[in-house]
Nanobody
Framework: QVQLVESGGGLVQPGGSLRLSCVAS????????MVWYRQAPGVQRELVAT???????NYADSVKGRFTISRDNSKDTLYLQMNSLKPEDTAVYFC??????????WGQGTQVTVSS
């Protein structure tokens, strides 16, 4: 059974940092491109960052230069290092494979709140 478990969110002040983790199980995830999405209240889910099987990364313009996506295939774990956080980064963050239709599954996500 596929499982994606996100963690590492929390409340942080503007300018602060957080590191999100996503532990995947139930399938061999090293063969998939992996992504982080986020969803703020009343807003459509947004693709934040992508890391390919080969390690190539891409970012939404809104997070470029501040966020870093990485993966550890030996641990089936995906990471998102978030620096210089802004209030507009507040959202629930989800990991998934790309495209997410491969799994047709979403984890619970992890809440990130950036506020003073």
């Amino acid at each position: 059974q596929v499982q994606l478990v996100e963690s590492g969110g929390g409340l942080v002040q503007p300018g602060g940092s957080l590191r999100l983790s996503c532990v995947a199980s139930g399938r061999t995830f090293s063969i998939y491109d992996m992504v982080w999405y986020r969803q703020a209240p009343g807003v459509q889910r947004e693709l934040v960052a992508t890391v390919t099987v080969g390690g190539t990364t891409n970012y939404a313009d809104s997070v470029k230069g501040r966020f870093t996506i990485s993966r550890d295939n030996s641990k089936d774990t995906l990471y998102l290092q978030m620096n210089s956080l802004k209030p507009e980064d507040t959202a629930v963050y989800f990991c998934n494979v790309y495209p997410f239709t491969i799994l047709n599954y979403w984890g619970q996500g992890t809440q990130v709140t950036v506020s003073s």
